[in-house]
């Protein structure tokens, strides 16, 4: 069975400042791929990046980067220079090759302070 | 690139009426989900379409829930009767058929229908 585990229910960072989002996971299938979504208070969940268990490098997509290690199963999202608009939940999320199901955390609201 | 298409938006209702939801995916993407979501919560999987199949649907409570998706393309979520803790954010998502790759397993998601039982 596989599950994710976001243990941050909440968070605060100052407007122009980097955060780390915790996610750690847990799987025995070798190939798997984790993903970030964003939700703001209108609902829709937003992705925001991927990586793969066999990428080599961690995956970045502009002021998202994913930190990935996976020896210690963990995927931490950072988010640098935080501006107002990501005040949301996060919620990682976790694929498991060949089992189509995808299993979500329990999410992460962050709270950026101008 | 049009992406997932849902509605109604919002929907009140009071217990033990009815209420259904559509959901057109991207073009071309081959898996659909429908997804719960309770205030507060992460998204719980109600029910995984492979084209027109059902690959998982453990978890939709089927004594009130049914889901289906005819010609493989778009999809109903229907509730009969409603109760008071369906109230929830009904999402549903959309990927191509899978893989190892980014593309093939990200989920695209629309912006989902919120329901109200009063």
């Known amino acids: 069975a596989q599950k994710i585990t976001q243990t941050q229910p909440g968070m605060f960072v100052q407007e122009k400042e980097a955060v780390t989002l915790d996610c750690t996971y847990d799987?025995?299938?070798?190939?798997?791929?984790l993903f970030w979504y964003k939700q703001p208070s209108s609902g829709e969940m937003i992705f925001l990046i991927y990586?793969?268990?066999?990428?080599?490098q961690n995956a970045t997509e502009g002021r998202y980067s994913l930190n990935f290690q996976k020896a210690r199963k963990s995927a931490n999202l950072v988010i640098s220079a935080s501006q107002l608009g990501d005040s949301a939940m996060y919620f990682c999320?976790?694929?498991?090759?060949?089992?189509?199901?995808?299993?979500f955390g329990t999410g992460t609201k962050l709270q950026v302070i101008p | 690139e049009a992406g997932v298409a849902q509605s109604p938006r919002y929907k009140i209702i009071e217990k033990r009426q009815s209420v259904a939801f559509w959901c057109n995916p991207i073009?071309?993407?081959?898996?659909l989900y429908w997804y719960q979501q309770i205030l507060g919560q992460g998204p719980k999987l109600l029910i995984q379409?492979?084209?027109?199949?059902?690959?998982?649907d453990s978890q939709l409570p089927k004594d009130r829930f049914s889901a289906e998706r005819l010609k493989g393309v778009d999809s109903t979520l229907k509730i009969q009767p409603a109760k008071l803790e369906d109230s929830a954010v009904y999402l549903c998502?959309?990927?191509?058929?899978?893989?190892?790759?980014?593309?093939?397993?990200?989920?695209?998601f629309g912006e989902g229908s919120w329901l109200t039982v009063v």
């Open positions: 998502a959309s990927s191509l058929a899978g893989g190892s790759s980014r593309s093939g397993n990200t989920i695209y």
């Open positions: 799987t025995s299938d070798p190939s798997y791929g």
């Open positions: 990586q793969g268990s066999y990428d080599q």
């Open positions: 999320a976790m694929r498991v090759e060949g089992y189509q199901k995808v299993t």
């Open positions: 073009s071309g993407h081959a898996t």
């Open positions: 379409f492979q084209n027109n199949g059902v690959v998982d």
